[in-house]
């Protein structure tokens, strides 16, 4: 059965770090794009991140040069490290397949995204 599983969120303080994991089963990870993505209350679903399969990565202005996203196959897993985290940044975060395996570039629009994962929520207050 395929499946993506998020963990790793929690309750930080402003200039925190925490690391996503997004762990994969039922299907070759090697061969997706997986992206993470994130929605805070009242507002729309928004990309964060997106490995390529050839490990190409791009990330989303407001989280540029504080987040990582990385990528171990062996483990069939999926890592979003985030450091300097804001009060902006709380919000459920996602992760999701891309629909197309092998597809060269990683694209930030949900919809060429499936296989959601149930999220986690990551809290940033003091």
């Known amino acids: 059965q395929l499946q993506l599983v998020e963990s790793g969120g929690g309750l930080v303080q402003p200039g925190g770090s925490l690391r996503l994991s997004c762990a994969a089963s039922?299907?070759?990870?090697?061969?997706?794009?997986i992206g993470w993505f994130r929605q805070a209350p009242g507002k729309e679903r928004e990309g964060v991140s997106c490995i390529s399969s050839s490990y190409t990565t791009n990330y989303a202005d407001s989280v540029k040069g504080r987040f990582t996203i990385s990528r171990d196959n062996a483990k069939a897993t999926v890592y979003l490290q985030m450091n300097s985290l804001k009060p902006e940044d709380t919000a459920i975060y996602y992760c999701a397949k891309d629909r197309v395996p092998g597809r060269a570039t990683c694209r930030d629009d949900s919809s060429f995204f499936s296989s959601w994962g149930q999220g986690t929520q990551v809290t940033v207050s003091s």
């Open positions: 039922g299907f070759a990870l090697d061969y997706y794009n």
